[in-house]
């Protein structure tokens, strides 16, 4: 486009140069170049047009991603993280939301050293806001926990803290109820989990259900039995058993010892 | 604070006055490649449209600057900020733009900002007035216009207009988001006038979309239905339901503004 333009503005000046001595000539050189331009002007006016619907389809792209993720759809939504990857993405911002699914999606097939490789780059690479930056560390801690990396985990959630500077942050208190659940702290995750209740209420929606999945099997620990029953048929009537014992391989010896909340047969 | 009323007047003059600008513009462009050739014209024509392109791009970075500036108003008012909102909009509104969408995009803004606001009756006129507009190539802005519509009618006990404007989302092909609003709002319009069979029909499915929602919503969707079940005899269905609803929320912030569900977290549901 840059070029056609010095086209034809060096079109125009020969015009203008070759003209002064015949009106003829300088009458249908302008003629043609005001053809020209106005084609010119047309191409940028379709150009930018399909710029913008290239980066509506693009956008529409990333949202059915979402999407997919959200309703749980793993496989269609690996493929389609897969074809977006695959190609150039017109901005860095649709790469690194794209790369940022990539992790979730290899979250749930188990994959987490390939995950936390994809956090670190997300890190690393792409300029963050506050609240995504805390997002992407939140989930890069929770890969390291699920990896068992329990020394990485522990200096990523201490790097969280510190960087929450006192905001309360319900994933972070999940991250920390998880690792004092693994390295088998019950009476500091029942702490956490006491404290942040009303926090992780407001804004973990049905993922509150980890939370009392997780104390239930702190209270387990400590040998609390009908507080370690309430709270895993709190758990289950938010979430399927399978489903939290398939995020926490921890709470599986819950599914054994205590009766799990069962959906009506109208939903299950 | 900025009047709607005088807002949306304004915004309807600014929209015609640049319609008039665009079409004018576009006339002398084309008019300065064909008078010459065609009408014999003896006038430098090239000089006139590098003119007339010099001013559109002039026009077209003021406009993109008014809607640059009202950009980042959603995520304030989702902030509760809402002083640097309205200031934000206030100022991409009187702001002059060559261009339909940005004006367009910050009365919706400003219908947002008056939704988060709880001032119903401005919302409604605001939609009202966007409405009123040809909104075809705004991508979301119509969808997200009518789910806001049909809230802020709720809230004001216009029933009609709330089922209208639902109505007119059947239209859309809606995203995952958009869908989880419309079915919040359907189960409060349908407690409200009784339609308890229809709340309850394909249940699952409402259940799962409500587990995909932000806390707030999730519970209230989940009491609502856990009221139709009740109402049609359904009880261990609502009683799991209401557990879920009171272990999501505080009963009282998901009855808030709704006496029919203050009613049933009230009561006892033992048999």
Same mark, same amino acid.
């Given at each position: 486009?840059?070029?056609?333009?010095?086209?034809?503005?060096?079109?125009?000046?020969?015009?203008?140069?070759?003209?002064?001595?015949?009106?003829?000539?300088?009458?249908?050189?302008?003629?043609?170049?005001?053809?020209?331009?106005?084609?010119?002007?047309?191409?940028?006016?379709?150009?930018?047009?399909?710029?913008?619907?290239?980066?509506?389809?693009?956008?529409?792209?990333?949202?059915?991603?979402?999407?997919?993720?959200?309703?749980?759809?793993?496989?269609?939504?690996?493929?389609?993280?897969?074809?977006?990857?695959?190609?150039?993405?017109?901005?860095?911002?649709?790469?690194?939301?794209?790369?940022?699914?990539?992790?979730?999606?290899?979250?749930?097939?188990?994959?987490?050293?390939?995950?936390?490789?994809?956090?670190?780059?997300?890190?690393?690479?792409?300029?963050?806001?506050?609240?995504?930056?805390?997002?992407?560390?939140?989930?890069?801690?929770?890969?390291?926990?699920?990896?068992?990396?329990?020394?990485?985990?522990?200096?990523?959630?201490?790097?969280?803290?510190?960087?929450?500077?006192?905001?309360?942050?319900?994933?972070?208190?999940?991250?920390?109820? %998880?690792?004092?659940?693994?390295?088998?702290?019950?009476?500091?995750?029942?702490?956490?989990? !006491?404290?942040?209740?009303?926090?992780?209420?407001?804004?973990?929606?049905?993922?509150?259900?980890?939370?009392?999945?997780?104390?239930?099997?702190?209270?387990?620990?400590?040998?609390? !039995?009908?507080?370690?029953?309430?709270?895993?048929?709190?758990?289950?009537?938010?979430?399927?058993?399978?489903?939290?014992?398939?995020? %926490?391989?921890?709470?599986?010896?819950?599914? !054994?010892?205590?009766?799990?909340?069962?959906?009506?047969?109208?939903?299950? | 604070?900025?009047?709607?009323?005088?807002?949306?007047?304004?915004?309807?003059?600014?929209?015609?006055?640049?319609?008039?600008?665009?079409?004018?513009?576009?006339?002398?462009?084309?008019?300065?490649?064909?008078?010459?050739?065609?009408?014999?014209?003896?006038?430098?024509?090239?000089?006139?449209?590098?003119? #007339?392109?010099?001013?559109? #791009?002039?026009?077209?970075?003021?406009?993109?600057?008014?809607?640059?500036?009202?950009?980042?108003?959603?995520?304030? #008012?989702?902030?509760?900020?809402?002083?640097?909102?309205?200031?934000?909009?206030?100022?991409?509104?009187?702001?002059?733009?060559?261009?339909?969408?940005?004006?367009?995009?910050?009365?919706?803004?400003?219908?947002?900002?008056?939704?988060?606001?709880?001032?119903?009756?401005?919302?409604?006129?605001?939609?009202?007035?966007?409405?009123?507009?040809?909104?075809?190539?705004?991508?979301?802005?119509?969808?997200?216009?009518?789910?806001?519509?049909?809230?802020?009618?709720?809230?004001?006990?216009?029933?009609?207009?709330?089922?209208?404007?639902?109505?007119?989302?059947?239209?859309?092909?809606?995203?995952?988001?958009?869908?989880?609003?419309?079915?919040?709002?359907?189960?409060?319009?349908?407690?409200?006038?009784?339609?308890?069979?229809?709340?309850?029909?394909?249940?699952?499915?409402?259940?799962?979309?409500?587990?995909?929602?932000?806390?707030?919503?999730?519970?209230?969707?989940?009491?609502?239905?856990?009221?139709?079940?009740?109402?049609?005899?359904?009880?261990?269905?609502?009683?799991?339901?209401?557990?879920?609803?009171?272990?999501?929320?505080?009963?009282?912030? #998901?009855?808030?503004?709704?006496?029919?569900?203050?009613?049933?977290?009230?009561?006892?549901?033992?048999?």
């Amino acid at each position: 486009m840059r070029f056609a333009f010095a086209g034809a503005l060096l079109g125009w000046g020969l015009a203008w140069y070759f003209g002064r001595e015949n009106p003829q000539a300088q009458q249908a050189v302008s003629v043609l170049l005001s053809i020209g331009l106005a084609i010119l002007v047309g191409m940028m006016g379709l150009a930018g047009v399909m710029g913008t619907r290239a980066l509506a389809a693009e956008r529409a792209q990333l949202e059915a991603i979402e999407d997919l993720i959200e309703l749980r759809r793993w496989p269609e939504a690996a493929m389609m993280v897969q074809a977006f990857l695959l190609r150039p993405a017109r901005t860095a911002a649709a790469r690194a939301q794209a790369m940022l699914y990539l992790a979730m999606v290899l979250v749930r097939y188990h994959r987490f050293e390939e995950s936390v490789t994809v956090y670190d780059y997300i890190l690393r690479e792409v300029p963050l806001d506050p609240g995504m930056s805390h997002a992407v560390q939140l989930g890069r801690a929770m890969a390291l926990l699920r990896e068992d990396n329990l020394l990485d985990a522990d200096r990523a959630i201490s790097e969280l803290r510190r960087g929450s500077r006192g905001i309360e942050s319900a994933g972070l208190a999940l991250v920390e109820l %998880y690792r004092d659940v693994k390295t088998g702290h019950p009476a500091e995750a029942v702490e956490i989990f !006491e404290k942040q209740l009303p926090v992780m209420r407001r804004m973990l929606g049905h993922r509150l259900a980890d939370a009392w999945g997780l104390a239930a099997r702190a209270y387990d620990l400590l040998g609390r !039995e009908p507080e370690a029953r309430q709270a895993y048929a709190n758990a289950t009537v938010l979430a399927p058993q399978v489903e939290l014992s398939r995020r %926490y391989p921890e709470l599986s010896p819950l599914a !054994e010892k205590f009766v799990a909340t069962a959906a009506p047969a109208e939903v299950a | 604070m900025v009047p709607v009323d005088a807002t949306i007047s304004r915004v309807r003059r600014d929209l015609i006055i640049a319609g008039l600008l665009r079409a004018g513009l576009l006339s002398g462009a084309l008019a300065c490649v064909l008078a010459g050739p065609m009408l014999g014209v003896h006038v430098d024509g090239m000089f006139l449209l590098m003119g #007339i392109g010099a001013v559109w #791009i002039l026009l077209s970075v003021r406009s993109m600057q008014g809607t640059r500036l009202a950009a980042d108003s959603p995520s304030l #008012i989702a902030a509760g900020q809402y002083e640097q909102a309205e200031a934000r909009i206030d100022t991409a509104l009187r702001s002059f733009s060559l261009f339909r969408a940005g004006k367009l995009q910050s009365l919706h803004h400003l219908a947002l900002l008056r939704h988060a606001q709880r001032r119903w009756r401005e919302t409604a006129l605001l939609c009202q007035a966007l409405l009123a507009q040809k909104l075809g190539g705004l991508g979301r802005l119509p969808r997200a216009t009518l789910l806001l519509m049909a809230d802020s009618s709720l809230e004001m006990g216009d029933l009609a207009g709330a089922f209208a404007a639902m109505n007119r989302l059947y239209q859309y092909r809606l995203s995952l988001n958009e869908a989880q609003a419309l079915q919040v709002l359907q189960l409060d319009y349908g407690s409200r006038v009784g339609a308890w069979e229809p709340m309850l029909a394909n249940v699952g499915t409402k259940t799962q979309m409500s587990e995909l929602m932000p806390p707030p919503n999730a519970a209230r969707s989940q009491a609502l239905l856990a009221l139709a079940a009740w109402k049609l005899g359904h009880r261990p269905l609502a009683r799991w339901l209401r557990r879920r609803a009171e272990l999501l929320a505080n009963p009282q912030e #998901i009855s808030a503004d709704r006496p029919v569900l203050a009613e049933m977290f009230h009561e006892q549901w033992d048999d």
